[in-house]
Nanobody
Framework: QVQLVESGGDLVRPGGSLRLSCAAS????????MGWYRQAPGKQRELVAS???????TYADSMKGRFTIARDSAANTVYLQMNSLKPEDTAVYYC???????????????WGQGTQVTVSS
């Protein structure tokens, strides 16, 4: 069974940093694009950043310069380094894989359970 497990969420002061990790496990052959999304209370889920299997990143405009996405394809893991955090970054952060190839077929648009990031003084 394939799983995406996020970790690294925490309570942090404004201006602080956090590093989120998302590890995919199971009978995985390969993963296409992996990404981070977030959802704040009362708001829609939004893209934070994504990274292709070849390592090309994409960022939401409001995250450019503060967040960095990275990927270890051999470990099926994606990271999100978040710097200069603001209270408005408070949200549940979700990991997503757009296509996971497994030994028995492909899974599309797969999500993790999320990790809470709270930015507050």
């Amino acid at each position: 069974q394939v799983q995406l497990v996020e970790s690294g969420g925490d309570l942090v002061r404004p201006g602080g940093s956090l590093r989120l990790s998302c590890a995919a496990s199971g009978a995985i052959v390969s993963i296409n694009t992996m990404g981070w999304y977030r959802q704040a209370p009362g708001k829609q889920r939004e893209l934070v950043a994504s990274i292709t299997s070849s390592g090309t990143p994409t960022y939401a405009d409001s995250m450019k310069g503060r967040f960095t996405i990275a990927r270890d394809s051999a470990a099926n893991t994606v990271y999100l380094q978040m710097n200069s955090l603001k209270p408005e970054d408070t949200a549940v952060y979700y990991c997503n894989a757009d296509r996971i190839r497994t030994l028995v077929g492909s899974i599309y648009d797969y999500w993790g359970q999320g990790t809470q990031v709270t930015v507050s003084s």
